[in-house]
């Protein structure tokens, strides 16, 4: 019988609680054969907010994650930005030897949508503090080497609730529906959007409100057509995927 593959899904943020939401998302896709396993971040930013953040947290990360890199066969760092621990894993020896595969969830849900998209489509972000705007902008330019929305054609850009990761769990149940909600309006407002991707881990399971908003703005039909994607669900299957091509 063949080893099980094993994916280590990595929240690069110290807090537990967020790691611990992640794990049912993960068992929904159905990936018996393969085993997950979750990573808290052992010290730095409870939640990341900003690039400075996300720097910060590389450095509490690595050195834990360090006896981890001979064990699976992937890796999914599980914060929507250009994480820089994605790079730092790739260029880990242990990873490059082996060709073990790290993607961000960033990165899976941007390659997922613009798969599943028709060709007249765009897909947009929703995400939390207004700095991810622009964030979140340029590396979506970064990534497909285009500039960043309008001209590109196939991104509508980024909208925000103004909550950090930390604030969606804490923040009022209604409060956080209202803003989820206006954010997800605001992005289907610019036109031909045929995704949303759901812009910070901290986001994961709330696609039943995002959806809410697509239906109340465009209807039953168009707004049940809208598709909305989990980075951390994007990234665990894109991983199975190329773990299953490279065996």
Not at 113 to 121: F, M
Not at 179 to 191: P, W
Not at 212 to 230: P, Q
Request: contains cysteine; aromatic residues 4%; negative net charge.
């Amino acid at each position: 019988m063949a080893p099980k593959r094993s994916i280590l899904v990595i929240n690069p943020n110290s807090t537990e609680s967020m790691t611990n939401s992640l794990i049912p998302l993960v068992d929904k896709l159905g990936f018996d054969d393969t085993t997950h396993t979750f990573f808290t971040a052992p010290s730095g930013p409870e939640s990341i907010n900003n690039e400075d953040d996300a720097a910060e947290s590389t450095k509490h990360c690595l050195p834990s994650l360090q006896s981890t890199l001979s064990k699976h066969d992937g890796f999914l760092v599980a914060c929507y930005s250009k994480h820089p621990l994605v790079p730092a894993l790739k260029s880990e020896q242990t990873i490059r030897q082996t060709r073990k595969v790290v993607t961000g969830i960033f990165e899976a849900s941007v390659a997922t949508a613009l798969q599943i998209i028709d060709p007249d489509e765009r897909f947009g972000i929703v995400s939390t503090g207004k700095v991810w705007e622009e964030i979140l902008s340029e590396a979506v330019a970064s990534m497909l080497g285009t500039p960043k929305e309008g001209e590109a054609g196939r991104f509508a850009g980024v909208e925000t609730t103004g909550l950090s990761a930390v604030e969606l769990h804490t923040t009022p149940a209604d409060e956080v529906r209202r803003k989820m909600k206006d954010a997800v309006k605001r992005l289907l407002k610019k036109g031909r959007v045929g995704a949303i991707c759901l812009g910070c881990a901290g986001m994961s399971g709330m696609d039943e409100m995002v959806r809410e908003a697509c239906v109340e703005l465009l209807g039953d039909a168009e707004g049940g057509r809208i598709r909305i994607l989990d980075g951390v669900q994007c990234g665990v299957a894109w991983l199975e995927g190329a773990i299953r091509a490279g065996q």
